[in-house]
């Protein structure tokens, strides 16, 4: 049987993405199981730190697809872990397993995955990119040794893309992507230009962030708040006001956020301070920030709206695009930093 390769791969890329910030600082990652025949038993991604890796949340799926609604119980990834193990030793053999980062080898809030793979018999691992961070690399010789075959890389540059900002936190840089909600033929008039859905997502990525970043016109007219109720997370991020002009309302609700930190300024020096940045605005904040940002997330809704449609001039290479209610979500690289 002819196994491509490549699609699987990217079945695991389209549920990692849906994931992109919300893992921070873990990557996020997806997997795909086929068993011995090639049919797909589970796609699953890790959707934030703490929660079951992608590996473990495909085999959970996968069992409980099957019938198993014990594990449904379960409410630890430790306790997943243990459980299949213990219950399914063996049971995937001749099975594949598509993983866009290699499998982990070390032991954090639950044990390797790459243990939990030897022992549940899968035959096939399918690997995008090779694990940078050392303390948890190591799988693809461990898997080898074990009589299982490695097929890697698959999609590299991709399943890279992907591993982008966690590369950025190794590496003790910020990682910084501007988020934009604009209608369908291009224009960014109205409060509210999203769904509710994606504006709960924008919210759940506060949650995540270290530093939000607007401009002084957005506070001026919108008046916002710019915190994370539609997340049930009384949390909210730093937040760098970027302005010539200090004349703002101190009364706007967003000064009166718990527990977080405002800074109104003319530049964006104090950028390198954090590591995970995100930033809203309109065209003036996307030129002004052009050469700054690694990423760029756009919220295209499939309204039509009349106003003035905003100039996107710049070099920007599309990573992955997805739908959300009414939204069309993309992921895109800037180009133009990585030339600046």
């Not at 243990?82 to 866009?100: D, H, M, N, P, W």
């Not at 710019?226 to 991020?237: E, I, K, T, V, Y």
Request: aromatic content about 10%; some cysteine.
């Amino acid at each position: 049987m002819v196994v491509d390769d490549a699609f699987y791969m990217r079945l695991a890329l389209d549920a990692a993405w849906r994931h992109q910030a919300l893992t921070y600082p873990n990557p996020p990652v997806g997997a795909v199981i086929l068993d011995r025949h090639g049919k797909i038993l589970s796609i699953a991604a890790h959707t934030e730190a703490g929660t079951a890796h992608a590996e473990l949340a495909a085999a959970v799926a996968a069992v409980r697809d099957l019938g198993d609604t014990a594990v449904e119980g379960l409410d630890t990834p430790a306790a997943q872990h243990a459980y299949l193990c213990e219950k399914y030793t063996g049971y995937f053999r001749g099975a594949s397993i598509y993983v866009t980062l290699e499998p982990c080898m070390h032991s954090g809030r639950t044990p390797p995955c790459s243990m939990l793979i030897e022992r549940l018999g899968f035959s096939h691992v399918i690997i995008g990119s090779r694990d940078p961070n050392p303390e948890a690399a190591g799988a693809v010789d461990f898997l080898q040794s074990q009589g299982i075959e490695v097929r890697t890389p698959v999609l590299e540059t991709a399943c890279d893309a992907l591993l982008y900002p966690f590369r950025r936190w190794q590496a003790q840089k910020p990682f910084i992507f501007f988020k934009l909600a604009k209608h369908q033929n291009g224009t960014i008039s109205g409060r509210h230009v999203s769904s509710f859905a994606s504006r709960q997502l924008v919210h759940r990525i506060r949650t995540k962030i270290d530093l939000l970043v607007i401009g002084g016109d957005t506070v001026r007219s919108d008046r916002p708040t710019l915190d994370c109720r539609h997340a049930d997370m009384a949390r909210a991020p730093d937040l760098l006001i970027y302005t010539s002009h200090d004349d703002l309302d101190r009364s706007i609700p967003l000064f009166s956020v718990p527990g977080r930190k405002v800074t109104i300024c003319d530049n964006f020096d104090m950028l390198s301070s954090y590591r995970h940045i995100m930033i809203e605005g309109g065209e003036g904040m996307f030129h002004r920030t052009r050469r700054l940002v690694d990423y760029y997330l756009f919220f295209t809704t499939d309204r039509f709206a009349r106003g003035k449609k905003i100039d996107l001039d710049a070099n920007l290479e599309n990573l992955q695009i997805f739908k959300n209610e009414s939204d069309t979500i993309a992921w895109f690289k800037n180009l133009d930093k990585e030339s600046a």
